[in-house]
């Protein structure tokens, strides 16, 4: 099990940015897989986004190709979720996601982050 922080939600206009970030404080991560879910209200979460464990593979839901942007910086037990082109359907908490499987990486989960996007 790794214990993981969320960090960077907000509010952001439609059209514009917002950069996530979740760290593994003082923990080793570098052997999982690593995502980026959403639940909006009323849904069931969702992949927004995955990378492997070398950051060499990544992986996106259709709905946010070419806007999204997922990272990690094995050094500093850090993944990151780069936000752009926002539009209110984005709206949601967000949450990171560690694991054995890239597909899937939900063995455990940070507490999430409200993204909030308006019009």
């Known amino acids: 099990q790794v214990h993981l922080v969320e960090s960077g939600g907000g509010v952001g206009q439609a059209g514009g940015s917002l950069r996530l970030s979740c760290v593994a404080p003082g923990q080793t991560f570098n052997t999982y897989a690593l995502g980026w879910f959403r639940q909006a209200p009323g849904k069931e979460r969702e992949l927004v986004a995955a990378?492997?464990?070398?950051?060499?593979?990544?992986d996106y839901v259709d709905s946010v190709k070419g806007r999204f942007t997922i990272s990690r910086d094995n050094a500093k037990s850090t993944v990151f979720l780069q936000l752009n082109s926002l539009k209110p359907v984005d709206t949601a908490v967000y949450y990171c996601g560690a694991g054995r499987n890239t597909r899937n990486p939900n063995d455990c989960w940070g507490q999430g982050t409200q993204v909030t996007v308006s019009s």
């Open positions: 990378i492997n464990w070398s950051g060499s593979v990544t």
